[in-house]
């Protein structure tokens, strides 16, 4: 899949859905048990996102590196209420000062 | 709709403005990390502009320029940029009660459906500040994606070698923001930890992208086992203003 794909598909399916909602009978997809997958679903795939992108080096094996350091200091900063932006701007710091310093 | 509704006084539109703008703008910063982690993945300048307008759903956005960051493949990327999005169907659901949008006016109301627009929305006591709501804060959040999507991008390729700024620590950060809202029941908890663990067994035994699918299995199971704590899944916050994108 060559990455306009990648990004067109997204796209498209990601249109489809918001206007599905749109068109649908209200019945159809009202039920308790949905609700609760829709709400779910974001929760475990950022999960698995941060895990995987935090501890998998090429090929997918577990590694520890400069990054793990940076999500470290980006979780401490939501801790102490950090806006976005500056969560991510000091994960990014921390790991590239540890890799100027040789490290990770 | 056939109801009358009485019109919004001055001081009510006014509020309901300021919230779509403050919502826009907290937003719309999001898009500057987003730009620039997009052109690292190696997305140019136009596919990184197409994610921000025709996409328009900043979950959904990170994990495809994430995923393919990593090395995985496009269909996981599509599978799991749509699984993301799957939540903005039932914004819609609820919207299009609240709305009742018909015509081309739909299709524009269906693309401005993110976490955001529908938090704001939902959030009035009003029907008339309701719509106001959600197509003010839709409209803001889109410009100023949009436009910080730009600026993030230009910034990110004036940077060049992603690691030695330490962007590839910054995707798993973004991720942490976006999920840490989303946190606040015990049940959201228990998925996140399952998830992330999932997620790591699964990865070295399998091409990049799979592993996030796996573990979305978790979400699906959460969901349908009677859950603990009903009310408090938090599909919507009612202080939008901390949210990040969707």
Redesign the interface.
């Known amino acids: 899949?060559?990455?306009?794909?990648?990004?067109?598909?997204?796209?498209?399916?990601?249109?489809a859905?918001?206007?599905?909602?749109?068109?649908?009978p209200?019945q159809l997809?009202?039920g308790?048990?949905?609700?609760?997958?829709?709400?779910?679903?974001?929760?475990?795939?950022?999960?698995?996102?941060?895990?995987?992108?935090?501890?998998?080096g090429?090929?997918?094996?577990?590694t520890l590196d400069?990054?793990a350091?940076?999500?470290a200091v980006?979780?401490t900063a939501?801790l102490l209420r950090a806006?976005?932006?500056v969560?991510?701007?000091?994960?990014?710091?921390?790991?590239?000062?540890l890799?100027a310093l040789g490290w990770g | 709709m056939p109801i009358h509704e009485p019109a919004l006084g001055d001081q009510r539109r006014k509020e309901v403005w300021r919230q779509c703008l403050s919502v826009g703008v907290?937003t719309g910063?999001?898009a500057?990390?987003f730009g620039a982690l997009s052109v690292a993945a190696?997305?140019?300048l136009w596919?990184t502009i197409?994610?921000s307008t025709?996409?328009?759903?900043g979950?959904?956005q990170f994990?495809?320029v994430?995923i393919?960051a990593?090395?995985g493949?496009?269909?996981a990327?599509?599978a799991?940029?749509?699984?993301?999005?799957?939540?903005?169907?039932?914004?819609?659901?609820?919207?299009?009660?609240l709305l009742g949008?018909s015509g081309l006016r739909?299709?524009a109301?269906?693309?401005l459906?993110i976490d955001e627009s529908t938090a704001v929305g939902v959030a009035q006591p009003e029907r008339s500040a309701q719509r106001l709501g959600f197509w003010g804060t839709g409209l803001a959040v889109f410009v100023l994606w949009n436009l910080l999507t730009i600026l993030g991008a230009v910034v990110g390729n004036a940077l060049g070698d992603p690691?030695?700024?330490?962007?590839?620590?910054?995707?798993?950060?973004?991720?942490?923001?976006?999920?840490?809202p989303?946190?606040r029941s015990g049940?959201?908890r228990a998925?996140?930890?399952?998830?992330?663990?999932?997620?790591?067994v699964v990865?070295?035994?399998?091409?990049?992208g799979i592993?996030?699918l796996v573990?979305?299995?978790?979400?699906?199971v959460?969901?349908?086992l009677p859950?603990r704590e009903?009310d408090d899944?938090?599909?919507l916050s009612t202080s939008p203003d901390e949210e990040?994108p969707?």
Do not use: E
């Open positions: 899949m060559t990455l306009w794909t990648t990004v067109l598909l997204a796209s498209g399916l990601a249109f859905l918001k206007f599905l909602g749109y068109v649908v209200h997809l009202d308790p048990a949905l609700s609760r997958v829709t709400a779910m679903l974001p929760v475990a795939l950022l999960s698995a996102l941060v895990a995987v992108q935090t501890f998998t090429s090929g997918g094996g577990l400069a990054r350091a940076g999500v980006a979780v939501l806006p976005f932006l969560v991510v701007i000091l994960a990014a710091a921390t790991a590239a000062t890799r | 907290a910063a999001y500057i990390s190696g997305l140019n596919q197409a994610l025709l996409l328009f759903s979950a959904s994990a495809v994430g393919v990593a090395g493949s496009g269909a990327a599509v799991t940029s749509t699984l993301l999005g799957l939540r903005n169907g039932l914004y819609g659901l609820q919207m299009s009660r949008v739909r299709v109301a269906a693309q459906t690691k030695r700024f330490g962007l590839d620590a910054a995707a798993p950060a973004a991720f942490c923001g976006l999920l840490w989303r946190l049940d959201a998925v996140a930890a399952v998830s992330a663990v999932i997620a790591l990865a070295p035994h399998s091409p990049a592993p996030v573990a979305a299995l978790a979400a699906i959460a969901g349908l859950t009903p899944i938090g599909t990040p969707g």
